[in-house]
């Protein structure tokens, strides 16, 4: 099965017919599962011009190469959640090759340890609830004190008494017992969430708006 990559009108000067037939096997992996499929290559039977999708070409119709060689291809969309793999590329000049090594518009500056702010923010299918800065390390006393001045009156201000699950993370503070505690005690129904699944938690996307925006 050929990849869905659309190929150019025109590959050389001749005005004889074109052909598209398989070129390289690749394998794609997407939410759905893996696939085999070829490369389209398109051939003149006069000229014997030929073309075949570059690595730039895949950046443009939103296919991530695994490989070097291409050999396993992610289909990008897929991965937007996964904070490791949140890149998007608005075309393939923002990428610099080797000609480009020593200009210096393709460098900018960085900060080795740049400053960190720590928030804690909710939001829900009814609207966004309180955002707060901390200030300083976070452990279950003050996550506590957190959820009583912001989780509290969000919640009353978007569900206004109506029934709603709350979701967090597997972090120490949230899972320590005297939060668990405080919890039942406050009758908040909680959303049991697997180990290690940040791409689960929509809030993840919201912090990563905010991210590219600063």
């Given at each position: ?56 070409d895949l950046f443009i119709y939103r296919y991530w190469p695994a490989s070097i060689s291409c050999q396993t291809l992610y289909k990008f969309d897929v991965f937007t959640s996964f904070e490791h793999l949140k ?116 809030i993840e996307n919201i912090w990563s708006i905010i991210k590219r925006k600063m």
């Amino acid at each position: 099965m050929p990849m869905p990559v659309p190929a150019p009108r025109s590959i050389c000067e001749c005005t004889h017919d074109f052909t598209i037939t398989p070129g390289k096997h690749i394998s794609v992996v997407t939410i759905n599962g893996r696939y085999n499929v070829c490369l389209p290559r398109k051939s003149c039977s006069s000229c014997f011009a030929e073309w075949t999708p570059e690595v730039k070409d895949l950046f443009i119709y939103r296919y991530w190469p695994a490989s070097i060689s291409c050999q396993t291809l992610y289909k990008f969309d897929v991965f937007t959640s996964f904070e490791h793999l949140k890149f998007f590329l608005e075309n393939w000049d923002d990428i610099r090759n080797k000609e480009d090594k020593d200009n210096p518009s393709c460098y900018q500056r960085s900060v080795q340890k740049p400053a960190s702010l720590m928030v804690w923010g909710c939001m829900s299918a009814c609207g966004m609830g309180s955002l707060h800065i901390c200030k300083g390390t976070i452990n279950a006393e003050r996550y506590i004190q957190v959820l009583e001045q912001h989780m509290l009156p969000s919640r009353r201000r978007l569900f206004q008494g109506r029934p709603c699950i709350f979701q967090h993370d597997n972090a120490r503070p949230h899972t320590a017992s005297i939060t668990t505690s405080w919890l039942r005690r406050r009758r908040i129904r909680v959303l049991k969430w697997p180990a290690c699944s940040p791409d689960l938690s929509p809030i993840e996307n919201i912090w990563s708006i905010i991210k590219r925006k600063m």
